[in-house]
């Protein structure tokens, strides 16, 4: 008995032993890297089984969503510019009862819708999503629509372009690229076109792959900015001399757009000109302002308003970026709704009772010129008499107590002052020293250099008559004689050389010398 009680004890203890044996052999224990694994396997199960379904977020349904997007901005863009040529059409429609007949040359640049969408994005604008969604649009759209925009004869095209000679690239934007060049080895333009390495394209093309529907979509902006060149005209507005389509980058048609070429409009070198030179940028700026203000298409805001957006031609400021202006007025139900929102300063502007922020428009445009322009280049060196009126100016147009009305009569009368000589009625103008004319001769050498001067190795100024060429010669201590010339600036005053002496006199039947009588 004894005996059989240890067999069985042992047998026992035998198959716990072999039971322990065999779990830690046969059976799996847990893997951390497995379960990794078989996790993902099912995840991989799940993506696939959602793969089609409303919430499959990845992969094709990500680029689907993607294509929709692109394809809601390109309607929305075609949308906006067929709504500047309807309002012009309108106006035209208005004052001359008839349409004007567009020429067949023009009819490539009229037709602006994207014909060479996919077939997903063209299933997508098919009106199945619901009106709220895309708001009500100002046309019906239909992919084989084309806008007339009725543009007046240009003088330039692609014949032109094919004989271009000295391209140089001057800079470029988010959309476009800008080049300098010369056409039939004469005139010289400028050449914007869409740059496919700028950031539209680029952001456009990793979101939706489409390089043709991206371009399409960036072209449409050079193509409002050409209406806008066309349909507002002013000298201080760049002028559009034509355009062009051609293959490029394997993308069809292309746009290049010819216009007048200007200068680069550089802050820190105005600070450096005469206050004569600066006025005129300002007066020019109001002067824009002002037909923007009252244009036939409606008070025109420029979004995008920035030095950049401007160059100078023949000494006139012009604005020759358009692509981010505006005609619509901001809707409103409260003043509340219109803020206006500056680095410096914020205002707020009454609503009206047509439900429009008032003179909103026309509001910003100025604040950006006092805060860009007037503040830097209207007080700065201006004669003496003048300075209390620009800063009655530029106080009241940062405080935006005039409207662009209120601003352009103040500057005219300043300029009136100017150009007439009356600022200079309360100076003294008793000369120091007498002076001896010289009649047709001038001085050759003898130079000295001042600030500022409209050459940068003489002393070269602008005077209104010979008086007051000898109050700015006694104010230089170096200054023994100046010289008359029979060229004028913008205003019509006189330009006159500053010398320090006067040994080197010759004959010139265009100017007059006067010396300092030294007793």
């Known amino acids: 008995m004894k005996r059989r009680k240890v067999a069985v004890a042992a047998g026992f203890c035998l198959s716990f032993l072999l039971g322990t044996l065999l779990n830690v052999f046969f059976i799996p224990a847990f893997d951390p890297l497995q379960q990794q694994q078989q996790q993902q396997q099912h995840n991989a199960g799940v993506t696939h089984s959602l793969a089609g379904s409303p919430l499959d977020m990845s992969g094709e349904a990500e680029r689907s969503g993607s294509r929709w997007d692109l394809a809601r901005q390109i309607r929305e863009r075609y949308e906006e510019v067929v709504r500047y040529q309807q309002r012009r059409q309108e106006q035209a429609q208005a004052a001359a009862g008839s349409r004007l007949v567009m020429r067949a040359r023009e009819r490539r640049l009229m037709d602006l819708t994207p014909q060479r969408l996919s077939s997903s994005e063209r299933s997508l604008l098919k009106p199945k999503a619901p009106p709220a969604a895309l708001g009500t649009p100002a046309v019906p759209w239909d992919p084989r629509a084309k806008v007339e925009l009725s543009l007046s004869p240009l003088r330039l095209g692609c014949r032109d372009i094919s004989n271009v000679t000295n391209v140089h690239y001057l800079g470029s934007g988010y959309t476009k690229a800008v080049y300098k060049a010369v056409l039939n080895r004469s005139l010289a333009v400028a050449l914007k076109?869409?740059?496919?390495?700028?950031?539209?394209?680029?952001?456009?093309?990793?979101?939706?792959?489409?390089?043709?529907?991206?371009?399409?979509?960036?072209?449409?902006?050079?193509?409002?900015?050409?209406?806008?060149?066309?349909?507002?005209?002013?000298?201080?507005?760049?002028?559009?001399?034509g355009y062009c389509y051609q293959d490029s980058n394997d993308i069809s048609d292309t746009l290049t757009a010819i216009t007048e070429l200007g200068s680069p409009l550089e802050m820190i070198q105005l600070l450096q000109t005469s206050w004569e030179d600066r006025f005129r940028i300002c007066f020019s700026l109001v002067r824009l302002l002002h037909y923007l203000a009252h244009s036939p298409l409606g008070s025109v805001t420029l979004l995008d308003f920035r030095p950049r957006q401007f160059v100078i031609v023949d000494g006139e400021l012009k604005v020759t970026d358009l692509d981010d202006a505006s005609i619509e007025e901001t809707s409103c139900t409260t003043h509340r709704d219109c803020f206006m929102e500056f680095p410096a300063r914020n205002f707020t502007l009454p609503c009206s009772v047509e439900g429009k922020c008032q003179r909103m428009n026309e509001k910003r445009n100025l604040y950006n010129a006092y805060r860009f322009f007037f503040t830097y280049l209207l007080p700065h060196s201006a004669p003496p008499s003048l300075r209390p009126l620009l800063d009655v100016i530029v106080n009241a147009t940062g405080e935006l107590q005039w409207g662009i009305d209120e601003t352009a009569v103040h500057l005219e009368r300043v300029l009136h002052l100017y150009k007439s000589g009356m600022y200079l009625?309360?100076?003294?103008?008793?000369?120091?020293?007498?002076?001896?004319?010289?009649?047709?001769?001038?001085?050759?050498?003898?130079?000295?250099?001042?600030?500022?001067?409209?050459?940068?190795?003489?002393?070269?100024?602008?005077?209104?008559?010979?008086?007051?060429?000898?109050?700015?010669?006694?104010?230089?201590?170096?200054?023994?004689?100046?010289?008359?010339?029979?060229?004028?600036?913008?205003?019509?005053r006189q330009l006159v050389y500053f010398k320090m002496g006067s040994t080197s006199i010759v004959p010139d039947h265009d100017k007059t010398t006067y010396v300092k009588v030294i007793d």
């Open 193 to 241: 076109s869409v740059d496919f390495g700028g950031h539209d394209i680029d952001s456009c093309v990793k979101l939706s792959g489409s390089l043709e529907d991206c371009y399409r979509l960036a072209s449409y902006k050079i193509i409002k900015e050409m209406i806008l060149l066309q349909r507002l005209r002013h000298p201080n507005i760049l002028q559009l001399y």
């Open 425 to 492: 009625q309360n100076t003294t103008r008793t000369p120091r020293s007498d002076y001896r004319r010289v009649p047709a001769a001038a001085i050759v050498s003898d130079s000295y250099r001042c600030w500022p001067s409209y050459h940068h190795k003489e002393c070269l100024l602008s005077v209104f008559d010979v008086s007051e060429a000898i109050e700015v010669c006694e104010s230089y201590s170096q200054c023994k004689a100046f010289v008359l010339t029979n060229q004028t600036t913008w205003t019509g």
